[in-house]
């Protein structure tokens, strides 16, 4: 029995002892697992911090690039790329749509920015007029009865009208809006300028509307803006009125949907721009409208101080005034198409054109340009190398490109 007794404790000695082993490796294994787990998260820890280090620098250095990109002032610039061109002397050339459209009294055509010829198209005119929307031209005579279109590709069509022409404008689709006059009614044409033929007109009287001094047609023809000035008691008085050519026009008598009477004011001039906005301005006012379909008035601010001059794009309206008050010759504001003023520039320059562009705002004239950047600080000032007749802005306020008499140059703001 005692030997019994002796094994089945040598056999309970033996397991528990093996028992007692296995603990032991197991803790020893929870303890490396532990050591193995806090090393991992004290390697990701080390990673993310490094990450975040090394985004912190490049966004440092990217944020003081930005900064030294946006303070910095270009003193000069170099000719990167310059094409020969020849033109009449007498013609006179603008951007359309990043080519340059040139014209004259013998004809018009288009280039691109290596001098090029995309198309040319002959004519004969006294005193040649053009009209633009966006890459879209049309160019007629005073008192005669041809309007040609064309954009940046090639001819559209041309317009003959049976009236002398007055006055007349373009949307981008070929749409052209004419002012016709004869010796008692005068009359507002829409023409279709591929086919050349009318698609809607009304006539006005003096008694009546009164007689219309500027007109103009939206981007997509659809829409008509007409300022009328007629006398009424012995008073000068201008009406708007706003025509509809779409099915929702058709609900109106005679196409009119809305229009607006400004006392004491002569309205010169009406604008389709961009987001359903149009702006009028008159010689004590600017008015904003609002809408698609039936332009509604957004604003109208009086003004007191005489406008020197106007300039506008689809997206921005500039007026150019005396700054008597302050040391420089002039000053220009410049309004969104929410009639917000976003910008305000005195300068001294005496300005040929001034043009609006995404990266900034130019003023130029033949020989010098001032550029400056939407938050209005001056980024170039300086004189051009050679007698420039029309400036293009690039896609950066860094590179441009010049329109000499003899020369089409890309140049580089150094």
Request: hydrophobic share 35%.
């Amino acid at each position: 029995m005692a030997e019994i007794r002796d094994f089945n404790r040598n056999q309970y000695l033996l397991k528990g002892g093996k028992e007692k082993k296995g603990k032991d490796k197991d803790q020893e294994n929870d303890s490396d697992k532990k050591s193995l787990d806090n090393m991992l998260a004290r390697h990701r820890q080390i990673r993310l911090y490094t990450i975040l280090v090394v985004l912190a620098l490049l966004a440092a250095v990217a944020a003081g690039s930005y900064i030294t990109w946006k303070n910095k002032i270009y003193i000069g610039y170099q000719v990167i790329q310059q094409s020969e061109w020849v033109r009449a002397l007498e013609s006179k050339s603008i951007n359309l749509g990043g080519t340059i459209f040139t014209y004259s009294n013998d004809g018009m055509s288009c280039t691109d920015l290596r001098g090029k010829t995309i198309w040319n198209q002959t004519y004969e005119m006294q005193n040649p007029e053009i009209r633009t929307c966006g890459k879209t031209v049309a160019v007629g005579d005073y008192n005669g009865r041809k309007i040609y279109v064309a954009n940046t590709q090639g001819m559209i069509g041309t317009v003959e009208t049976t009236m002398p022409i007055r006055d007349f404008s373009v949307s981008a689709n070929g749409v052209v809006a004419a002012v016709l006059d004869d010796s008692t009614v005068t009359s507002i044409y829409l023409y279709n300028s591929a086919t050349g033929e009318s698609f809607a007109d009304f006539k006005t009287r003096m008694s009546n509307s009164g007689y219309p001094i500027a007109v103009d047609v939206s981007s997509d023809g659809s829409l008509a803006a007409v300022c009328y000035i007629k006398v009424e008691k012995g008073k000068m008085v201008s009406n708007i009125g706003f025509y509809n050519f779409s099915a929702v026009g058709q609900n109106y008598t005679d196409n009119f949907v809305s229009g607006y009477a400004y006392p004491d004011a002569v309205v010169p001039l009406v604008h389709f721009m961009a987001n359903d906005t149009v702006f009028a301005l008159a010689d004590n006012r600017q008015m904003f409208f609002k809408g698609k379909q039936k332009p509604e008035s957004l604003s109208e601010t009086m003004i007191s101080e005489e406008i020197q001059s106007v300039f506008y794009d689809d997206s921005h309206v500039g007026l150019v005034f005396f700054n008597t008050a302050a040391e420089t010759t002039y000053r220009l504001e410049v309004y969104d198409t929410s009639a917000k003023k976003v910008s305000e520039i005195a300068f001294d320059l005496d300005y040929k054109e001034i043009v609006f562009d995404s990266s900034g705002i130019i003023i130029y004239n033949d020989n010098e340009c001032l550029i400056y950047d939407w938050d209005d600080r001056l980024k170039y000032q300086g004189l051009f190398q050679e007698r420039v007749t029309c400036f293009i802005p690039g896609k950066s306020i860094s590179r441009h490109t010049l329109v000499t008499e003899n020369a089409i140059q890309t140049i580089e703001l150094q």
